[in-house]
């Protein structure tokens, strides 16, 4: 079986509302995956909820297929698996079933989000309406393992490295709130030092003065963090641009890219500052897989109760070695104080302690590298398993 459109695939780029594009891009990994899809299948990647008011379904999937979707002969596959909004899904039900008249289950959604299904539940019930068939697809699994397999990216953390002076390693591109949050923190602790840390300024207008200001309004109830806010603001306004291997925080570096390698090297253990924190939503972006495709442990700056979901992708993670009862604290004051005062600890480990710490971790890491440079299935599919004989 195939996709109907292999060779004329459609991304739907609605970031922006006053210049929507439908681009035509020459392949996707839902479509290449050689482990899927023994169905006929139309193709689309989209950006928000937006995608489909902007492109209706109607006029972007030839009518002959769409008659076949409504007879359900051919399945609409729809990924965004490059995000994390749950809003979507309202969309599809929305722009697409309830106006469009498509069959529920002739959508499959890949989402990069493992409780999606929460949603999906929700939405059908709210709109009395049977669930769209769901996959937790991870996109960004894909560049990580090809970070391996065609960069022959090797795991890091070996017997003859030496360490300098860097502990850590912390990418930031847009300032995300919790991302300046961190750096105040790291700052208040004096832990700037130890790590390579790009934060510097991005597309989304933000800068120090903007960022203290709306964490003193986010953190106004919190009298520890307001007080680390307040008594760091001038310094950290006052920090140069931090930058690393580039000056160009806007592109987006979903792909592993050669020249952040020595960072890693230099390095024992990534800071990980994910797309999501405060709005609680579980989601693994590409610097979650760039550390596993480098052998690097890590501590993950996100939603709490996250952990666990990276077990179910088939990955380890680091407790007690590292203490990872952050990942457990819902306040999110609380879990970014918990996280910090814990890459302190990591920081302040003497050299007898930090080879005998690399000794027990190193294994860990390197499994999740095999792990992710032979897996085979990128998708888990969240309902309807016995649809498609799935696992």
Partial sequence: MACLNLKNQIY????????????????????????SRKYDYFYIQFSNDTSFKHFPISKIVPPDILEKIKEQKVYLLLDNGLEYFLSTVESIYNDIIIKEGIPPTQIIFLSAVPTMIETVKATAKKYNKEEIILEWFSLFEHTGQDAILKRNNMPVLEKKKKYGKKKFLNLNRRWRIHRPLMTILLHNFNLLENGYISMARSDDGMDWNRAIHRLKHMYSDDETILKIINDNQEKIKSLPEMYLDTKDLVTNRAIHEESINEYYKETYFSLISETTYHENIPFFSEK????????????????????????????????????????????????????????????????????EWLAKIRPIANDNYTRLKNKRFLSKMMNYKHHFNAP
Avoid: W
């Fill in 12 to 35: 739907l780029q609605t970031y922006d509302p006053n210049n929507p594009q439908l681009i035509r891009i020459e392949s996707s990994v839902a479509t290449l995956s050689p482990n």
């Fill in 288 to 355: 979650v897989f760039k550390a596993m495709a480098m052998g690097h442990p890590f501590l993950l700056v996100t939603a709490p109760r996250s952990l666990q979901y990276l077990k179910k992708l088939g990955y380890k993670t680091f407790h007690p070695l590292i203490d990872e009862t952050y990942d457990t604290i819902d306040d999110p004051g609380k879990r970014m104080m918990a996280i910090v005062k814990e890459v302190e600890r990591l920081c302040k480990l003497d050299k007898a302690q930090l080879k």
